[in-house]
Structures are given as structure tokens and as C-alpha cells.
Nanobody, 125 residues
């Protein structure tokens, strides 16, 4: 089992930045597919970004503003979020999958084996 714990959420004004962190324990994540999703009340979890090996994948609304990265030594995954807007307000989740998967499926939350508890991000003036 891999335990994922997110941190770094908080309140920020529009145009601001946050860096979310996901600490993993129990398994080394360097061979895993890792991803970030977000969720607002009453909505499905929404794909934001994923990283598999050296390849990164982004939702259209995240491209150019968000960046997913990983530190295999620290067993951490990060999501740098810039130019935040109120529409980015959500609970953000880190996820991981141990087996390879086709690129077309990595945006689906159901394919991930492990999830964190989420960290809340609020963007408002």
C-alpha cells in the first residue's frame, strides 16, 4: 500500500500561486503514474495533471498555468499552480497507479489505485 498525504493548500487571491505537495510512504513512486485531480461539491473528480516517467499530461485548463513534478529521492509529487482564478477553488487530490496504462485512460480517476485525503484550495479576493 502506498500512503499519500497532500499539503500546501490554502487561501490565495486571484492571480496568486500555490504549490501543492504530495508525500508518499510505503512505496517508492518513481515507477508509478502519479496525478493530481480536483473536486468541487456535487461534481466528479476532475483530472488536472499526470506524470509518467518523464512525460507530463495536462487538462486544457491547466496548461500553461500548472506544472506537475516529482522528486524521486524525497518520494514527493508537486503541483505548482500559477495565475489562480476563483474557478480553481476545489479540493485537490494526489493519486498514484502502480501499473502502466494507455495515455487515453490516465485522465480517469477510476484507474488510480491510491489516493490522498485532499487539500483545499480557495481562490478569492
Amino acid at each position: 500500500q502506498a500512503l499519500l498525504v497532500e499539503s500546501g493548500g490554502g487561501s490565495v487571491q486571484p492571480g496568486g500561486s500555490l504549490r501543492l505537495s504530495c508525500a508518499a510512504s510505503g512505496r517508492a513512486l518513481d515507477a508509478y503514474l502519479v496525478a493530481w485531480f480536483r473536486q468541487t461539491p456535487g461534481q466528479e473528480r476532475e483530472f488536472i495533471a499526470a506524470r509518467s516517467g518523464g512525460s507530463t499530461y495536462y487538462a486544457n485548463r491547466a496548461k500553461g498555468r500548472f506544472a506537475i513534478s516529482r522528486d524521486n529521492v524525497k518520494n514527493m509529487v508537486y503541483l505548482q499552480m500559477n495565475d489562480l482564478t476563483p474557478e480553481d477553488t476545489a479540493v485537490y487530490f494526489c493519486a498514484a497507479r502502480s501499473n502502466r496504462i494507455v495515455v487515453s485512460a490516465l485522465r480517469q480517476p477510476d484507474v488510480y489505485d491510491f489516493w490522498g485525503q485532499g487539500t483545499r484550495v480557495t481562490v478569492s479576493s
